[in-house]
T-cell receptor, first 113, second 114 residues
Framework: EAQVTQNPRYLITVTGKKLTVTCSQN?????MSWYRQDPGLGLRQIYY???????DKGDVPEGYKVSRKEKRNFPLILESPSPNQTSLYFC????????????FGQGTRLTVV | GQQVMQIPQYQHVQEGEDFTTYCNSS?????IQWYKQRPGGHPVFLIQ?????EVKKQKRLTFQFGEAKKNSSLHITATQTTDVGTYFC??????????????FGSGTQVVVTP
């Protein structure tokens, strides 16, 4: 079954404690991205990757890092989380246009206290 | 800033009624996509419109893409409780890397009362 898998699903952490949210896909898609979802703001792209070792900033990259060492994995790293990073995070993959629909993971609900 | 605006942000509908959500882009789009997110779930792709003026139907859902490829709408007829959720439009704007940027609207949260 085609899947995008995120872990963990829920996470409560304290300010400043480094954390990583993992994302793995089995669809062999080259393009992967991270979004955060906040009420009234929709889905905003944090970082994206068009291929292995190729990453670039999205619309709201501050406070986040990513890496793409393998095609299937695209972890999101928060080196020093702050309360304003409390949000719902989604990993997504895409095919090359024109079939550019996004496939989303189940989401990670992060709370930073 | 956000280049794809979606209205209304919130829609309360009686079961059996119709409603429409609208999506507007400040730039011409290559295509427009629509997603549905059930409460507690993740966005799931519904449909993609590519051609100017295109209209597509999925049962009670009708999707339109404007002539100028800058706006779109989703119309649901005879709303059912299964239509509850948040509907997102996402405009694909082509970029120099050829992958394009998928810009999501803020979503319309739909609540249905029996």
């Amino acid at each position: 079954e085609a899947q995008v898998t995120q872990n963990p699903r829920y996470l409560i952490t304290v300010t400043g404690k480094k954390l990583t949210v993992t994302c793995s896909q089995n669809m062999n898609h080259e393009y992967m991205s991270w979004y955060r979802q906040d009420p009234g703001l929709g889905l905003r792209q944090i970082y994206y990757s068009m291929n292995v070792e190729v990453t670039d900033k999205g619309d709201v990259p501050e406070g986040y890092k990513v890496s793409r060492k393998e095609k299937r994995n695209f972890p999101l790293i928060l080196e020093s989380p702050s309360p304003n990073q409390t949000s719902l995070y989604f990993c997504a993959t895409r095919q090359f246009p024109p079939a550019a629909e996004a496939f989303f993971g189940q989401g990670t609900r992060l709370t930073v206290v | 800033g956000q280049q794809v605006m979606q209205i209304p942000q919130y829609q309360h509908v009686q079961e059996g009624e119709d409603f429409t959500t609208y999506c507007n882009s400040s730039t011409t789009l290559s295509n427009i996509q629509w997603y549905k997110q059930r409460p507690g779930g993740h966005p799931v792709f519904l449909i993609q419109l590519v051609k100017s003026g295109e209209v597509k139907k999925q049962k009670r859902l009708t999707f339109q893409f404007g002539e100028a490829k800058k706006n779109s709408s989703l119309h649901i007829t005879a709303t059912q409780t299964t239509d509850v959720g948040t509907y997102f439009c996402a405009g694909l704007r082509m970029t120099t890397d050829s992958w394009g940027k998928l810009q999501f609207g803020s979503g319309t949260q739909v609540v249905v009362t029996p």
